[in-house]
């Protein structure tokens, strides 16, 4: 009798569960889904919604950055190609400042480590592009001299994104050497 | 059909080779249509799978190809045509390319005795619920092929998998059956029908607690002769990457894929008509119905409605319920199924001799059965807004916003792992 | 021949569970030995996986190889940014402020229960129920959000630094996490009644793969593992760090609730009574959290002195263990991380006589081994 007993109890016990567990999932009919319908579906661009510490893609502006190095000595990647050097007439030029986009690990420690706040991550989180060395972003177009530390009146911040925006790779572009003014290979 | 083929070889004049040319046209054109419609049916299964899987899971399915995604099965479709015809090198390659074939045939050929309308019907077969069981079984052979040509121990593992849980699931889906049939006295679905009425008590599945049983009985045996979770373990996508179709691409997969989805309709359509009263409207007769296409029609829509709400319910159970292991669902079969099966046919009889068609009793008895499914489905119904209400009607991401919702109580948590306390305390 | 072929007995066949797979979880290879369903043995085989993590430790300082503990485990990274930070602060003798603490004991709590989302989701999706892992992940998004809010990243983290935390939190931060926390309770309920209490998982998972607890401690297994298989053991109450000791919790320890003490069940069930407590200690961290600063002043070259020291943290799959050796250079001399899935992968071979394939998709699943970890 213990037998049958336990018998009919094992499959009242499944009975319930099982229904117990179709009622769940028959709720989920009568809500409303979560899904946010990337990426034209969406009330704004996700990009605009971001939170203010987000880490994307990095950006400098040029006209803060004394080339000081702080954030090549500090990345733990080597995906910043910064070459500073000097010139008989000008002085200290920034020749190169490369930011190979596929190597960063979004670990943040270049902005935590750069004295002007030059470099910081944008938003932008799209940067899919048919070839990989179209991933190094060059920020400079030709030699410039760098900025002073503390400039008065101090330039006008832009957007964030803007500067990086300017100069993405777009999807189907070309391979194109990694910084125009050096017209060479990879960034190291 | 014959009698429409009779009347157009009387019209036409035809002589004893052209009535018999006409009998292989007519059979022919019933063929394509009946396969058609199958195939569509299969597409829309698979649309409806993805959307219902999609809105379970707190998404929402395929809605970018046509309104609702409703093309999406057809793009897919016609992708898989598009596809590189893949045989692995070691294959046995006569046996690999028959394979889906032999799957569709089982599934495709049930449909000729599916009764849409009292007289939608392809071929009304005085052995209907014979053939459809038999006809059924030839999938096995499909499905032991594909595992042994694909050369792939892990195909190999899945049809023999699928071959005896398809075998075995026989039993109790024929024993099932077999209390129907000896409520209608007849193996034809049509005459089953009418043996049964529009309203619910006049159902077999109502007719008595035994047969309300037997009704979940078949219904978990098709489903697993059919493959679909919980029963899925040939195909268990953790376990066996796709089972005995894992080295199957393109059309042929689609072969086996259509075939499964057609076979969910076919369960689900027999069900529909063993158990369900199939295209019988309450309050209307099956001569007046075969007199009117008004009826007819009206039919057509009833049987449309209960055969896919019982597909809506496969779909709703693949992706609820977890998967049975391989022992587990032999010993579900001849542990539980078999013996209830058997109990629910003792049962039946025995009903039969002691309770008189139409007298009170057995309308007392009609009448309470239905009484108790009503009951069960109210308690349902009280759950799912338990559910609701406990979570939220609008489960969202920005909860985080609009702050808390739902009742969080601690005595349950305590009775639910009451036994999880540190080791010092009783149990 | 190679050596595993040459033992095949005469009626067994060999399967390989490749790296490929969907049941392993993160590139794992299983060469199994079987009859068909029962197996006689099933052979791990690591190093997919393997980046050379211990290796890059000695080509980093010690501040600029935080962000690489984020990958040791993805999944529980808060845990090994902690671990890291807290054997270097060790080895400096560096305070580390009660904020930062209580922050800290917040970030990896979070941390733990999005861990055990994806865990428990796995369990259910390689088990055959796919919707609960939806679920989960829907669960386990929020918390990514809490976590982009706070620190900037939804998975690498890089928050727990050496000396403190990286950011500081504010009140609008705090409420959003009691919304959450609020949220997340009715959802475990609701969790249990879909697929926890699930007469087919039970039968799936209970009685399987028992491991006893001393094979659990001679296998050295930690964290939920070892807890479900009745050893009381947790860090956090008996080698005590941060501000638990001030924490009120209670340690989940397995009961054979629905099976015997020890089989995958009773892995399932710790883990969910773990997230449970995790909300509590949350709470109560949230209502406790003091003001002050959130990094402690720490040079710019961190140089340790020479000296090697363990640390341990119990991190969401047990003790996640660090081995620092430091000569009092700006790099690491040695690094050496104990992961918890490394033991528990080795204890598979042990258990697989005579188990079924799908018994043990199931123990994989349930000892939450997880690749990265497992081959650093």
Known sequence: MGALASYLRSIGRSVLSLADGLAVTFSYLLRRPVTLQYPDRTPEPVVKGLPERSRGFLEVDLDLCTGCGACDRVCPIDCIALEVVKDAAQGRLIRRFDIDLGKCMFCGLCVEACPTGAIRHSHEFEGGTGDVRNLVVPFVDAPRPPAKAKQEPPPAPKPLGAILRARMPGPWDPPRPSSPAQGGDHAA | ?427 | ?376
């Open chain 3, 1 to 376: 021949m190679s050596p595993e072929l040459r033992q095949v007995g005469r009626d067994e066949f060999v399967l390989n569970m490749g790296p490929h797979h969907p049941a392993t979880h993160g590139v794992l290879r299983f060469v199994l030995h079987t009859d068909g369903e029962i197996m006689r043995r099933a052979v791990p085989e690591v190093g997919y996986l393997h980046r050379g993590l211990e290796k890059l430790a000695e080509a980093h300082t010690y501040a600029g190889y935080v962000p690489y503990t984020d990958r040791v485990n993805y999944l529980e990274a808060m845990f090994c940014n902690q671990v890291w930070s807290m054997a270097v602060e060790r080895l400096m003798g560096l305070e580390v402020p009660q904020r930062a603490e209580h922050l800290r004991v917040i970030a990896c709590e979070l941390n733990r229960i999005a861990n055990h989302c994806v865990t428990l989701g796995s369990i259910s999706m390689d088990v055959g129920a796919y919707t609960p892992f939806l679920y989960l992940l829907r669960e386990r998004e929020a918390i990514n959000d809490l976590m982009e809010a706070l620190c900037g990243n939804r998975l690498t983290y890089h928050y727990v630094r050496i000396g403190g935390v990286a950011h500081d939190v504010d009140g609008a931060w705090v409420d959003r996490v009691r919304a959450f926390l609020d949220h997340l309770e009715p959802v475990l309920d609701e969790l249990h009644s879909l697929i926890g209490g699930n007469e087919i998982l039970v039968r799936r998972l209970a009685n399987v793969a028992v491991i006893c607890a001393s094979d659990a401690v001679g296998w050295g297994l930690v964290g939920p593992n070892l807890r479900a298989s009745g050893v009381d053991w947790d860090l956090r109450r008996d080698a005590p760090y941060s501000v638990y000791p001030e924490l009120g919790f209670e340690v989940a320890v397995g009961r054979g609730e629905r099976g015997q003490v020890g089989d995958c069940y009773d892995r399932w069930a710790v883990r969910v009574v773990e997230m449970r407590q995790s909300v509590r200690l949350l709470r109560q961290a949230l209502d406790k959290l003091p003001a002050g600063e959130v990094l402690a002043k720490v040079p710019r070259s961190i140089k340790p002195p020479a000296g090697e020291v363990y640390q341990a943290v119990e991190g969401a799959r047990g003790e996640l263990g660090l081995y620092l050796v430091s000569d009092g250079s700006p790099k690491p001399w040695r690094a050496k991380w104990r992961s918890s899935s490394f033991s528990a992968l080795s204890i598979i071979e042990h258990l697989s006589r005579g188990l079924m394939i799908a018994d043990l998709v199931a123990l994989i699943a349930t000892l939450d081994t997880i690749a990265p970890e497992m081959d650093r």
């Open chain 2, 1 to 427: 059909m014959e009698q429409l083929v009779d009347r157009l070889a009387a019209h036409w004049q035809l002589g004893p080779w052209g009535q018999e040319l006409l009998a292989a046209a007519a059979i022919l054109g019933v063929a394509a249509l009946v396969f058609v419609v199958a195939l569509t049916y299969a597409g829309v299964i698979t649309w409806i799978e993805r959307r219902v899987a999609g809105r379970t899971q707190s998404r929402i399915g395929p809605n970018r190809v046509g309104p609702f995604g409703f093309l999406q099965w057809l793009a897919d479709g016609i992708k898989m045509i598009l596809k590189e015809d893949v045989i692995p090198a070691q294959a046995d390659r006569p046996m690999f390319r028959l394979a889906p074939y032999a799957v569709m045939l089982g599934v495709f050929s049930a449909f000729v005795t599916v009764p849409f309308g009292s007289l939608l019907i392809g071929a009304d077969l005085n052995v209907g619920v014979l053939f459809l069981l038999a006809i059924t079984s030839l999938v096995v052979v499909g499905v032991l092929m594909a595992g042994w040509a694909s050369n792939n121990k892990w195909s190999l593992l899945g049809g023999i998998r699928s071959a005896a849980q398809i075998v075995s699931y026989e039993l109790p889906a024929g024993l099932a059956v077999m209390v129907v049939v000896l409520g209608a006295g007849s193996l034809s679905l049509q005459d089953i029908i009418r043996a049964q009425g529009g309203a619910p008590w006049n159902w077999f599945v109502f007719r008595d607690p035994f047969c309300l049983v037997a009704f979940f009985l078949y219904f978990t045996a098709a489903v697993a002769e059919g493959n679909r979770t919980p029963f899925d373990l040939p195909e268990a996508e953790s376990e066996l990457v796709a089972g005995y179709n894992t080295e199957y691409s393109g059309i042929r997969f689609g072969g086996f894929f259509l075939g499964e989805f057609a076979n969910v309709y076919l369960l689900s359509a027999i069900a529909t008509s063993l158990f369900l009263g199939g295209w019988q409207i309450p309050g209307v007769t099956p001569a007046a119905q075969a007199d009117s296409v008004l009826l007819q029609l009206a039919g057509f829509a009833v049987f449309f409605a209960k055969a896919w709400a019982l597909v809506f319910v496969v779909i709703w159970l693949r992706w609820t319920l977890p998967r049975l292991r391989v022992d587990q669902l032999m010993g579900l079969c001849y542990r539980y199924l078999i013996p209830l099966a058997f109990v629910c046919l003792l049962g039946t009889s025995a009903l039969l001799l002691l309770v008189t068609p139409g007298s009170g009793a057995d309308l007392a008895l009609r009448l309470g059965t239905t009484a108790l499914g009503g009951a069960g489905l109210l308690a349902f119904a009280w759950r799912v807004r338990h559910h609701i209400r406990r979570v939220g009607d609008r489960v969202s991401l920005d909860v985080l916003q609009r702050g808390a919702r739902g009742v969080f109580d601690p005595a349950l948590q305590a009775r639910r792992y009451g036994a999880f306390r540190r080791g010092q305390e009783e149990r």
